[in-house]
């Protein structure tokens, strides 16, 4: 008898193990593919940081001493408009949003992106101190190019107005604290 | 600018000797060939800071200390 259930269970083991041995090696082999796939370059925090830190440095050389103020302050720039009554705010990675600084009226967004073309799958975006000197330097050198290439939507698309005017008013209570005014240069 | 590394050093040089200014201009070249966007930051009469976006190299004043790539602007999300 117990001869038999010996027998039966060797039977019943090797038959289990031709169905279950495959499988524990599938797993493992997609196991180990999938470690294999695994990017060799992964977010670094410290990379990101030290190219933020050159980013700011490089934003703060190009812009003015009321500027890189507002941007370290506030988290966002005003850059005037080349028609008169008009500015725009920028932020990182968020729409250009184009208001009237008199009445605080939001005007527009303008969506705009500067995506890296020279990789086949698209790339990390730039750190937020160089998306801001991008559509810094776009803005003050072809306002209307880059306007022309933005997607135009109305206040509220993508960047809560609510928000935006608090912006203003931070801003407005910024200057004053610092002597200046809301009217253009 | 580089996305992921932020700001890269092309090349250097001084535009008044010949050999540097050839390896500025093809180097030049080669950023706008890859469809980045070149712009000189510069201070107006009026004291405001304001880019100047380049096309070429002749376009770049000649005392101008560095010259800016940046990818080219594209609408965002729809």
Same mark, same amino acid.
């Given at each position: 008898m117990l001869l038999?259930?010996?027998?039966?269970?060797?039977? +019943?083991?090797?038959?289990?193990? #031709? +169905?279950? +041995?495959?499988?524990?090696?599938?797993?493992?082999?997609?196991?180990?593919?999938?470690?294999?796939k695994a990017p060799l370059v992964g977010y670094d925090p410290g990379r990101e940081r030290r190219a933020e830190q050159r980013a700011r440095q490089l934003l703060r050389s190009c812009v003015n001493e009321e500027e890189w103020a507002m941007y370290r302050d506030l988290g966002f720039v005003r850059v005037w408009g080349r028609g008169d009554g008009y500015a725009y705010l920028i932020y990182p990675h968020k729409p250009i949003v184009a208001f009237v600084p008199q009445t605080r009226e939001l005007l527009n967004e303008y969506c705009v992106e500067f995506p890296d073309m020279s990789r086949p799958y698209g790339s990390a975006r730039l750190p937020d101190s160089d998306d801001v000197l991008a559509k810094w330097m776009a803005l003050t050198g072809d306002e209307h190019g880059l306007v022309r290439r933005a997607n135009l939507h109305q206040p509220g698309r993508q960047v809560d107005p609510k928000a935006v005017r608090?912006?203003?008013?931070?801003?407005?209570?910024? #200057?004053?604290?610092?002597?200046?005014? +809301?009217?253009?240069? | 600018?580089?996305?992921?590394?932020?700001?890269?050093?092309? $090349? =250097?040089? !001084?535009? !008044?000797?010949?050999?540097?200014?050839? =390896?500025?201009?093809?180097?030049?070249?080669?950023?706008? !060939? =890859?469809?980045?966007? $070149?712009?000189?930051?510069?201070?107006?009469?009026?004291?405001?800071?304001?880019?100047?976006m380049v096309k070429s190299f002749d376009e770049i004043p000649r005392d101008a200390d560095r010259v800016i790539f940046f990818p080219r602007a594209a609408g965002g999300a729809r």
């Open positions: 038999a259930l010996c027998a039966t269970g060797i039977v +019943v083991g090797a038959l289990l193990a #031709e +169905v279950i +041995v495959p499988r524990i090696n599938d797993a493992l082999s997609r196991r180990r593919a999938r470690r294999k608090r912006d203003l008013w931070r801003l407005s209570a910024w #200057e004053k604290t610092r002597g200046g005014s +809301v009217s253009a240069p | 600018m580089k996305p992921g590394h932020g700001e890269v050093l092309v $090349a =250097e040089g !001084d535009v !008044d000797v010949p050999e540097e200014e050839r =390896e500025l201009i093809e180097a030049f070249r080669r950023q706008l !060939d =890859e469809g980045l966007w $070149a712009a000189v930051p510069k201070t107006t009469n009026n004291g405001r800071r304001e880019a100047s």
